[in-house]
């Protein structure tokens, strides 16, 4: 069982194009982070949502925390060649006794120029 | 102020040979998680540990095993290895347990041939 559904899986887009990718589950999360990763390296850190509603923009991204803190979005305006990769959402269940994230499918996004 | 370091980058093994990844955390950082990243299944938590105890585990073989040191590194071992261990391995650290901004390591990619 998926516990965060990502979608879409992938993404094709031409530069200046705007896009959102959604994260969503069934069950609530203490927090959710969005991650980026290029192909052999590890996923590096964009955000971190702790607040149902909560909104934090990056530059030309934007994310979203759902007020039921089930579900989160990544919105980014006008895309650039340099935002392809793989796009993660991750979520943290329960209390402060453990580091455990858990991971969506993840998003392939491709930014043609 | 350093990243997570994880050696080797590469690994070649045989089947039923074991294996064993290093990590080194960032500085400070005594929470230590690992992630088999496959392209099937994802980014799946493996194990956490902090200040040398497994703090959680994930749904993995008691194949799969690991440590920490008392400076924080850590280590995760793969006995019996199998095909179908190849994988991206990841290491990610934090300053404490429950502390869900998680800092990746650029991972061990082992091949099981």
């Known amino acids: 069982t998926q516990l965060l559904e990502q979608s879409p899986q992938f993404l094709s887009i031409q530069e200046g194009e705007n896009l959102t990718v959604y994260c969503n589950s069934s069950?609530?999360?203490?927090?959710l982070q969005w991650y980026r990763q290029e192909p052999g390296e590890g996923p590096v850190l964009l955000v971190t949502?702790?607040?149902?509603?909560e909104v934090k923009k990056l530059k030309r991204l934007t994310f979203q925390f759902g007020d039921a803190r089930k579900d989160s979005s990544l919105h980014i305006t006008a895309a650039q060649t340099g935002d392809t990769g793989l796009y993660l959402c991750?979520?943290?269940?329960?209390?402060?006794?453990?580091?455990?994230?858990?991971f969506g499918q993840g998003t392939t996004l491709q930014v043609k120029p | 102020k350093a990243g997570v370091t994880q050696t080797p980058r590469y690994l070649i093994k045989t089947r039923g040979q074991q294996v064993t990844l290093s990590c080194s955390p960032i500085?400070?950082?005594?929470?230590v998680s690992w992630y088999q990243q496959t392209p099937g299944q994802g980014l799946q938590f493996l194990f956490e540990?902090?200040?040398?105890?497994?703090?959680n585990k994930g749904n993995f073989p008691g194949r799969f095993s690991g440590r920490q040191f008392s400076n924080s590194r850590s280590e995760m071992n793969v006995s019996t290895l199998e095909l179908g261990d190849s994988a991206l391995y990841l290491c990610?650290?934090?300053?404490?347990?429950?502390?869900?901004?998680?800092?990746f390591g650029q991972g061990t990619r082992l091949t099981v041939v």
């Open positions: 990610a650290s934090s300053f404490i347990t429950g502390e869900t901004e998680a800092f």
């Open positions: 069950s609530v999360f203490s927090s």
């Open positions: 949502v702790v607040t149902g509603g």
């Open positions: 991750a979520g943290a269940k329960g209390s402060s006794n453990t580091g455990k994230l858990i």
């Open positions: 500085s400070g950082h005594r929470s």
């Open positions: 540990y902090f200040s040398e105890t497994q703090r």
